[in-house]
């Protein structure tokens, strides 16, 4: 991976956050916009896949990179913090592809650094921990928010032999003299 490279967000209009994602994959800027799937109530219930941050989209650039992003129908800025562009660590980015991976549907929660959650950042160094009740837990300090899901139980397979063998040659015997 190239040192000089660093995660940004990208501030994107409303509902583009896909499109400028393949728009700056076709400019071969390496970008990334986390999805959630998300069922459509209604007769045929439809999994659609949404942004999971609204107008954010996370790419990959150096400052070189900066003019030709901007130019991009769809961005309109970074994300700013203190007259600077926000730099997303590349360990939460990491874990934000795998968490996403790995469950589908997730809720995404507003958070505040405190203490509590300071200290289980710093015994936690993969950002992840579980808590009661199948859930399992990620916080991304850079942005400010936690991700949530639950977490599958695995199932157990049970082996049933069938009673009765099939006999598919019945009904063609009965008619033949």
Same mark, same amino acid.
């Given at each position: ?52 941050? &609204?107008?954010?989209? %996370? ?9 030709? !992003? ?5 961005? =309109? @800025? ?46 936690? &160094?993969?950002?992840? %921990? ?9 916080? !991304? ?5 936690? =991700? @949530? ?17 099939r006999r598919r040659s ?8």
């Open positions: 991976m190239d040192e000089s490279k660093s995660w940004h967000i990208a501030y994107t209009f409303s509902g583009q956050e896909k499109k400028v994602t393949d728009i700056l994959g076709r400019k071969k800027i390496e970008s990334y916009c986390p999805l959630n799937n998300v069922t459509q109530p209604g007769h045929w219930k439809r999994i659609v896949y949404e942004a999971l941050f &609204n107008s954010y989209c %996370f790419v990959r650039i150096d400052e070189s990179q900066v003019p030709q !992003l901007k130019q991009t129908n769809g961005v =309109i @800025s970074f994300i700013y913090w203190l007259n600077k562009p926000v730099i997303v660590p590349d360990l939460e980015v990491d874990a934000l592809k795998e968490f996403l991976c790995e469950y589908k549907s997730v809720k995404l929660e507003k958070i505040t650094l405190d203490n509590n959650n300071s200290a289980l950042l710093t015994a936690n &160094n993969d950002h992840r %921990f579980y808590l009661n009740n199948n859930i399992t837990k990620i916080i !991304l300090p850079s942005l400010g928010y936690s =991700i @949530s899901a639950e977490e599958k139980v695995p199932t157990q397979q049970v082996i049933v032999k069938q009673l009765f063998p019945f009904a063609k015997n009965s008619w033949v003299s």
